[in-house]
């Protein structure tokens, strides 16, 4: 019960205004587009009414593909739902553009507006995850009493796209993959940056290295993804949830978790770690 309740919560961020704000500006093109036939002025167009027709079925058409695809390729509904809405909104922007340039600026300016006042919300819902301070950090991973311990951090922000996209992700797969010897922890690097700092995770600037996923074992690190050269740029992947699963070996972890007490747990975990990590620091 307790599950479905937070599953039910977790859904309840599809109804915020990020959502619901950009499908209502994306849906007032028809009111736009009604408003313009009726009393548009064709000096400030680019169209005519019967190429709008041609122009906005293009666009529907590319639009269509473009979707489809994006839902093949996504790992999370957050991911798909962006996509579309960013779409969505670039075509009424385009289209509004060959109606009347004025009313184009006014788009641009009210989804800018939106984009600041209504950030995409983050999922919160079930997972087994712990949420690292510094402090804790320390005492459960650098400090770990256990030698055989074995936890993989994210390093996120709470306003950073890819990382928003791949929470529901990551907390999926703490639920399936959680064991006696693997846990699963998140930094909000915005939050603690000096902590994502000492362990190489760039926060800031042109490129920051947002979400980055680091396994570390008796408080050591073990493997990391994306892969952190020794220059310090990053390996330029999309990280999306098979890489997780395949770089830190995931369904061997839990493959050996189901093995009996004397069976060699440890040391299948231990394999399972390095075979992972290295498979992502070979690319």
Known sequence: MELSRQALAGAR??????????????????????????????KYAHSTPA?????????????????CVKLWKADSMDAWLSDVLTYGKSAVLLLV????????????????????????????????????TPASFKALVEDAPDPEATWLVEFYAPWSPPCIHLEPVFAELSLKYTTARLRFGKVDAARWPQLAAAHRVQVYGALPHLPTFVEFKGG?????????????TISSIKVRRQDIITAFGLEEVLQDAAKPAAGPAGGGRAAGSKAGGSAKKRR
């Open 13 to 42: 961020r599809f109804l915020a205004p990020y959502y619901t704000a950009s499908a209502l500006l994306i849906a007032s093109y028809a009111i736009t587009r009604e408003w313009w036939l009726q009393h548009g002025d064709l």
């Open 220 to 232: 050591k690190e073990v493997g990391r993804i994306p892969h952190l050269f020794e220059d310090g």
């Open 51 to 67: 190429e709008m027709q041609q122009k906005e079925r293009y666009a529907l058409s590319l639009m269509a593909f473009a979707v």
């Open 97 to 132: 553009w060959f109606m009347d340039y004025r009313l184009c600026i006014y788009y641009a300016l009210l989804a800018a507006v939106f984009y600041l006042l209504f950030p995409q919300p983050i999922f919160k819902g079930p997972a087994a995850i712990e949420q690292f």
